[in-house]
Every structure is written in C-alpha cells, then in structure tokens.
C-alpha cells in the first residue's frame, strides 16, 4: 500500500516536472522590448495556462508560426485586429489592450 503510495506521488512528480519543462517558452519569460511605451513581459507559464488547445492557440500558421522569439513583428493595429496577442487581449478571453497599455508595457 504504503509503496503503491510512493510509486503514484513519483508519477505525478514526473508529470509535473515533464510539463513544466515542455511549458512555454519552457516556463521562462519573453521581454518584448521595442515600444517606446515600455518593455512587455510576457510569461510563458501563464499563457500556456490560459491556453486552451495547448501550444496551438498561438504556434499555428496564422498566429505565431515558429518557436522562435523575433520572427513576428507585433503592432498595436493587428492586436486590435484581433491578431497575434489580440486572439485573447481582446476583452473577452483576456483583459483588452484598449486602456489597459500599463499592463503589457512597463517602463
Ligand atoms: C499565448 C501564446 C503562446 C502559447 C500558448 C505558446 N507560445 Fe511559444 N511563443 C509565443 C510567442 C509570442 C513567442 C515569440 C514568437 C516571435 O517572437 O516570433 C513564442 C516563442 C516560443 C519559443 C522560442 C523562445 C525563444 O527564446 O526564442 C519556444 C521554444 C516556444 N514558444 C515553445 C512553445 C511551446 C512548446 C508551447 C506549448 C507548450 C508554446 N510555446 C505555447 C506564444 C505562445
Ligand atoms: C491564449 C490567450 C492569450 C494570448 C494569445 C495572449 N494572452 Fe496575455 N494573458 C492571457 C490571460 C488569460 C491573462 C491573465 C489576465 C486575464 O485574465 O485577463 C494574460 C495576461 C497577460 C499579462 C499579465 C498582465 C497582468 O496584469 O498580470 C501580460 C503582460 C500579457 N498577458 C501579455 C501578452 C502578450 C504580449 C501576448 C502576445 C505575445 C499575449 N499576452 C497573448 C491570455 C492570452
Ligand atoms: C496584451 C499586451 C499589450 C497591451 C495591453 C498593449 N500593448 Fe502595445 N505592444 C505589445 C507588444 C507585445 C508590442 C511589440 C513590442 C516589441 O516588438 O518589442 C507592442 C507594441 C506597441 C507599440 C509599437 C508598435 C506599434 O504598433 O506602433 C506601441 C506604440 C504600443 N505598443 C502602444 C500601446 C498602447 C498605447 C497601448 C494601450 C492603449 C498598448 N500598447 C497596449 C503588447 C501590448
């Protein structure tokens, strides 16, 4: 009983660790850093939470293609549009960018 216990509590341990080690991008941070507004953070841990098909919702041909930082230019038009971050800063999944620039940007 007791090691039946042990084996399970180090299954969900791998489990834990295997997700936290696949979590994006890989459970670190991006900083965005060309507005003149401020720097934007964007936490991978948070937003793989958030996300609903995994990393699809954004690594998809429309969204964000390639993991790699730096291959999309982000501009405040296509958020608005709904683009890019905008898929969910829209109001609805997520807080609007629309008034609410001072919880991206950080100067
Ligand atoms: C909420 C959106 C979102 C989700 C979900 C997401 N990513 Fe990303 N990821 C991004 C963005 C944005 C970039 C930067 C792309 C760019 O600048 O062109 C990125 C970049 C990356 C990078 C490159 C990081 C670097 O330092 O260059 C890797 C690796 C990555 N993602 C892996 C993943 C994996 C694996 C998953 C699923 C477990 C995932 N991502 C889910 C948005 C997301
Ligand atoms: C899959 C949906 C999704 C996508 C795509 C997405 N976000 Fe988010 N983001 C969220 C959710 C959900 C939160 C938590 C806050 C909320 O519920 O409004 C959040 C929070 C944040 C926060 C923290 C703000 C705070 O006050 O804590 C920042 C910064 C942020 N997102 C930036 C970005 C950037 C930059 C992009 C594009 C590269 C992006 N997000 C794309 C869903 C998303
Ligand atoms: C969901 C997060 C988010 C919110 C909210 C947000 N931005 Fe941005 N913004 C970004 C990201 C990411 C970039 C790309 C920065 C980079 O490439 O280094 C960007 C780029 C910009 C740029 C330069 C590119 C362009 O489109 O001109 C300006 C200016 C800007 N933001 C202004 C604003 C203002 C003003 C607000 C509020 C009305 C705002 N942003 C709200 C994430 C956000």
């Known amino acids: 009983m007791k090691r039946t216990m042990i084996l399970l509590v180090?299954?969900?341990?791998?489990f834990c660790?295997?997700?936290?080690?696949?979590?994006?991008p890989k459970g670190k941070t991006l900083t965005f850093s060309?507005?003149?507004?401020?720097?934007?953070?964007?936490?991978?841990t948070l937003h793989?939470?958030?996300?609903?098909?995994?990393?699809r919702d954004c690594?998809?041909?429309?969204t964000f293609p390639k993991m790699k930082q730096g291959t999309v230019k982000?501009?405040?038009?296509?958020?608005?549009q709904g683009?890019?971050?905008?898929?969910c800063h829209n109001g609805t999944r997520?807080?609007?960018?629309?008034?609410?620039?001072?919880?991206c940007h950080k100067r």
């Open 74 to 80: 982000i501009t405040m038009d296509k958020i608005y």
């Open 10 to 14: 180090a299954c969900l341990f791998a």
């Open 34 to 44: 060309q507005a003149k507004m401020g720097a934007v953070t964007f936490d991978g």
């Open 94 to 103: 997520a807080f609007a960018a629309k008034g609410n620039c001072g919880r």
């Open 59 to 62: 690594h998809n041909p429309e």
């Open 17 to 24: 660790w295997s997700s936290a080690v696949f979590a994006v």
């Open 48 to 55: 793989n939470n958030a996300a609903q098909k995994g990393c």
């Open 83 to 87: 683009q890019l971050c905008g898929i």
